[in-house]
């Protein structure tokens, strides 16, 4: 995969050998990935330093780059601070050179929306040499500039006596200064020009040299650009989550099918239990029916039964009555009684004052009559009349008959017997 703008980090690598790892330095390192010469070989263990003035992007280069040492400076032949335009809607146009600038904003740019929003600010700038001796910078395996139009400062800030790249790349579409020359002068040789930059080969490495080729080093292995590689990365994601939800999809038509065929099972026990049930509600339905009738003919009876107890009740209410009725007869009959006894008792004692010479017939005497018979016969008649008071017969016949029988019948014989002699026919 080639992150760089236009495979320089390919063409790079044709230049060290397979598996070799080194140093590199990144003069407008601009995105950590992005156009990024250096994220190849950062993938593949080397590191280095990146230099990028404007500070959104050095943020990213420290996030993303944690093994380099990452600036946030420019590179001029001086130490101190210099104005920077920055262009945010293309960071690759950012410059400190002022011809650039001009030319841009003057239409030369093809895209000129691009150039129309800037922001100018100050950053500080060192020389590339104390940047080197600040960090103990040994060996330098490769260089790249880019830096719109102020390469020739940036060049000219190295000592190349002491710090030589093996290699450098250098942006050589938009020559403000010509910078050629003084790497000529300190024994760098071109030996490519990609259409877009110059590569350049210490002389006092042929080895390096010999061992580019740029047919064998962009043929012998297929390139993909980022842009293309982040396409087929989304699009193996979109691949990988399709088979995701083809599996899941699978996976849930399995388990619809599954949950299918317990449908059907359970729709075969539902119509059996239906089929039982169809049975069932017939035989209720009999039972029902006939539970209705079976009411119909409650109520028929409870009617007749209604016709019933109110005939008892009416009936009972009658015999209230006369059970009521029967009770003042009874005090009657009771008054009666004791008014009977008394005009007995009261005639026997008389008769037993005027008649104690009265011979009684059949050899009865006044005594026994007095001590024995007379008890006798009250308690008789108190007992009978409680006895017949309650018999079955109806009462009031019965209590006529037990009123005759126990009052007056024995009223006349105790008359007969004191007063008169036997006739003839009649009993004591």
């Known amino acids: 995969v080639s992150y760089a703008q236009n495979r320089e980090d390919i063409l790079l690598s044709g230049f060290f050998e397979d598996g070799a790892q080194g140093f590199y330095v990144d003069v407008g390192a601009s995105h950590p990935e992005e156009m990024s010469v250096t994220k190849f070989f950062y993938e593949r263990g080397w590191q280095g330093i990146n230099i990028e003035p404007i500070p959104r992007l050095y943020n990213l280069l420290k996030q993303k780059r944690p093994r380099d040492i990452n600036l946030n400076l420019g590179v001029a032949k ?20 002022k011809e650039m600038h001009d030319q841009y904003e003057k239409g030369d740019y093809r895209d000129p929306t691009i150039v129309q929003d800037y922001v100018d600010y100050d950053v500080p700038v060192a020389p590339l040499a104390d940047i080197f001796e600040k960090y103990n910078v040994n060996s330098i395996q490769f260089l790249k500039i880019d830096v719109e139009g102020f390469e020739k400062d940036v060049i000219a800030s190295n000592d190349w006596q002491k710090y030589r790249p093996e290699v450098i790349c250098i942006e050589a579409n938009h020559i ?45 292995t297929p390139v993909i650009p980022v842009a293309i590689e982040k396409l087929l990365a989304s699009a193996i994601q979109k691949v990988a989550e399709h088979e995701y939800k083809v599996v899941k999809k699978e996976q849930e038509l399995q388990a619809a099918l599954a949950l299918n065929e317990r449908l059907a099972t359970a729709g075969k026990e539902l119509k059996r239990n239906l089929t039982h049930l169809s049975s069932q509600y017939t035989y209720l339905k009999s039972e029902h029916e006939q539970l209705i009738a079976e009411n119909d003919h409650l109520k028929d009876s409870l009617k007749d039964s209604d016709e019933q107890i109110e005939t008892i009740l009416r009936h009972a209410r009658f015999l209230e009555g006369e059970v009521a009725r029967y009770r003042r007869i009874r005090s009657q009959i009771r008054y009666l009684i004791k008014s009977l006894d008394a005009a007995a008792l009261a005639q026997i004692k008389r008769l037993d004052r005027q008649m104690t010479q009265v011979e ?40 006529y008959k037990l009123a005759y029988k126990t009052y007056v019948t024995p009223t006349r014989l105790i008359y007969k017997v004191i007063y008169r002699k036997k006739s003839a026919g009649e009993q004591a």
């Open 176 to 220: 403000v200064e010509d910078w050629r020359p003084h790497l000529r002068k300190h024994h760098y040789k071109q030996i490519f020009f990609d259409g877009l930059n110059e590569y350049y080969v210490d002389e006092n490495k042929p080895e390096i040299e010999m061992r580019f080729s740029y047919p064998e080093t962009i043929l012998s």
């Open 78 to 97: 001086q130490s101190g601070q210099m104005q920077l335009r920055e262009y945010p809607k293309g960071d690759g146009l950012s410059t400190f050179s």
């Open 360 to 399: 009684m017939p059949y050899g009865l005497d006044l005594s026994t009559i007095k001590s024995s018979d007379r008890n006798k016969l009250i308690a008789s008649i108190r007992q009978s009349d409680i006895a017949r008071l309650y018999s079955p017969e109806p009462i009031p016949t019965t209590i």
